[in-house]
């Protein structure tokens, strides 16, 4: 018995300092995660550097505690929610934007005023406003023949398009 218990007192500093690496190395990992994970949550260094803090000098609590009050979303997440409202927003808005500068421009717009890009014409029959994309004008029923490029107008070419 006595020497089952001096073979363990030989053995048990060798696990210990294995099992104190151990934690050693998973406190040095929570840490990196920490740090990174509020790079990817914040861009405020204050925030950044608090968080890690507490994951130092509190080493497991420190983590526990961290991702209770960390930001629910990344910063990707959060530009893509925003940007999917927006979009939502301008669809419910029914917004029209110009498809060149992606500004926001009236539905009745025949140029875009920021880019010059063409967005409806007029019919050559009846001088009406129509669509870029339609083969007949529907007010008078006159094919559309002369298609105009969704491209910015140079001034030459608008001054003599529309000097009549």
Known sequence: MTEIIAELKSILPIVGMIVGGYLVLLWVASLVWTYRDISSR????????????????LPFAGLLLYMLVRPRETLTQKYERELEETFMRRDIEDEHVCPNCQRSI???FVLCPHC???LRRNCGNCERVIDLTWQVCPYCAAPANTRINSQPLRQAEYEQQYAR
Do not use: E, K
């Open 42 to 57: 914040s861009n405020d260094i204050l925030v950044q550097v608090l968080s890690t803090s507490m994951a130092f000098f």
């Open 106 to 108: 009236q539905a009745d």
């Open 116 to 118: 010059q890009t063409h």
